[in-house]
């Protein structure tokens, strides 16, 4: 991995106002897997792979990351980017809107990080649920959303992600089969072991 390209690939997204992973965040979620290195990531949300290309050194040696991105611009400047990390043998994109893409999967991962559209967050726990290791982990981002997650009155726009978030926080916290933790680090980050 170059570290040189990375701080450069983390200024330019932050300059584009490229939603990419809080620093807070990243760091919460390397000390999750520190101790037990991944073999295998499914990220849902690459963006320009800024955080795929972080979590290449919490990987196992062998690991792999596979991540899915929707937008075409995005894909080919996270192409280049992972050229330039020099982390190309490390890291899958897939193309395509990830409710078309998770159901043709059929993979095992160690670890799940969702990152993508809020309106989507329950069907992408199901998706991630059917493919979780036992001793797994998934992640999910941005789920508090700037606070409307927590608020009684949300504008007209937000409500439809706010329900779809709610739904996951509910879905995650009653399923017996996993312990979760809501953290109030950067936009809100979610936290569920499988047991
Ligand atoms: N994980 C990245 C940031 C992802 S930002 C990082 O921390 O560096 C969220 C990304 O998800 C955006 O680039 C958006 O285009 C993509 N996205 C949103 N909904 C999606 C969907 N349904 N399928 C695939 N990609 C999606
Ligand atoms: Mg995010």
């Known amino acids: 991995m170059n570290k040189q390209e990375l701080q450069k690939i983390k200024k330019k997204a932050l300059e584009e106002h490229i939603p990419i992973i809080m620093d807070e965040t990243l760091e919460v979620i390397e000390k999750y897997l520190e101790e037990n290195k991944p073999k295998r990531i499914l990220e849902i949300g690459t963006a320009v792979g800024y955080s795929a290309i972080c979590f290449t050194q919490i990987l196992d040696e062998d690991g792999v990351i596979d991540t899915i991105e929707r937008d075409a611009q995005r894909v080919k400047e996270a192409r280049e980017n992972i050229k330039k990390a020099e ?6 994109i ?3 809107d990830a409710v078309e893409i998770l159901p043709t999967l059929d993979n095992k991962y160690d670890v799940v ?4 559209a809020k309106g989507k967050y329950p069907f992408f726990l199901k998706e991630a649920l059917r493919m979780i290791n036992k001793n797994g982990i998934i992640f999910a981002d941005n789920i508090l959303y700037k606070g409307y997650v927590m608020s009684d009155y949300n504008k007209h726009k937000q409500r439809t992600a706010v329900r779809n978030l709610r739904e996951y926080i509910k879905e995650v916290s009653e399923n017996p089969n996993l312990e979760t933790e809501i953290l109030e680090v950067g936009d809100g980050l979610a936290i569920s072991k499988i047991i």
Not at 87 to 92: A, G, L, P, R, S
Not at 113 to 116: G, R
Request: glycine share 8%; hydrophobic share 40%.
């Open 87 to 92: 982390v190309e043998d490390k890291i899958n």
């Open 94 to 96: 897939y193309e395509g």
């Open 113 to 116: 990080f969702i990152d993508a």
